[in-house]
């Protein structure tokens, strides 16, 4: 079985600084993909940032980066200069299955990630 | 409007009613999902459609009943609840057409209570 370990349920961190969120994950399936999502207290999921099992380089969106270390079976999040909306819980999920074109996710725990000023 | 759409945001029901939950893409997309998010657990996939065929049931009650018209359109139909089905739920889209790296685009979500 697939699976999404987060094992920070909190962290606090102070405004502008950056912020490592982990994740590691369990599959034998060679082609996978690794997704982070922010959920706000809005209750929305917002998509941030993907890893493909076989890309060559770390993905990064912004002042999102991904640390992709395929041989730990990790896919950290790294947020740079954060702010104070950055405050949320955080989703690490993998791509259990393709499902007929449509994708099944599979999601850790989350982090409760808090900014202060 | 833009995005997934879900009505309503906040629904209160007793054991006994019968409701649904509507979602809304305007994203062109041809995959939708549920999903059930309770306290302190990760987010259950319940449903999925792909081009309007469920394509998996995630031995979910059948207490919920989904239902996909079209593409654009996704309902969750809800009777003789339970209190432990009080939760957040969320409904999703996808592109599938790119399906390895289409992310999952979900709309806010409606929290059900059950009383």
């Known amino acids: 079985a697939q699976k999404i370990t987060q094992t920070q349920p909190g962290m606090f961190v102070q405004e502008k600084e950056a912020v490592t969120l982990d994740c590691t994950y369990d599959?034998?399936?060679?082609?996978?993909?690794l997704f982070w999502y922010k959920q706000p207290s809005s209750g929305e999921m917002i998509f941030l940032i993907y890893?493909?099992?076989?890309?060559?380089q770390n993905a990064t969106e912004g002042r999102y980066s991904l640390n992709f270390q395929k041989a730990r079976k990790s896919a950290n999040l790294v947020i740079s200069a954060s702010q104070l909306g950055d405050s949320a819980m955080y989703f690490c999920?993998?791509?259990?299955?393709?499902?007929?074109?449509?994708?099944?996710?599979?999601f850790g725990q989350g982090t409760r990630l808090t900014i202060n000023p | 409007e833009t995005g997934v759409t879900q009505t309503p945001r906040h629904l209160v029901m007793g054991m006994t009613n019968k409701k649904s939950l509507k979602c809304e893409q305007h994203?062109?997309?041809?995959?939708m999902y549920w999903y059930k998010q309770s306290a302190k657990k990760p987010l259950e996939l319940m449903f999925v459609?792909?081009?309007?065929?469920?394509?998996e049931n995630n031995s979910v009650p059948s207490r919920f009943s989904p239902e996909c018209p079209n593409s654009s359109h996704l309902f969750l139909h809800l009777h003789t609840l339970q209190p432990e089905d009080s939760a957040l739920y969320l409904c999703?889209?996808?592109?599938?057409?790119?399906?390895?790296?289409?992310?999952?685009?979900f709309g806010n979500g409606t929290r059900l209570t059950v009383t």
């Open positions: 459609y792909s081009l309007e065929e469920r394509v």
């Open positions: 599959t034998s399936d060679p082609s996978y993909g």
């Open positions: 890893q493909g099992s076989y890309d060559q």
């Open positions: 994203l062109g997309h041809n995959a």
């Open positions: 999703a889209s996808s592109q599938s057409r790119q399906a390895y790296n289409s992310p999952l685009h």
């Open positions: 999920a993998m791509r259990e299955a393709a499902i007929q074109g449509a994708q099944k996710l599979v």
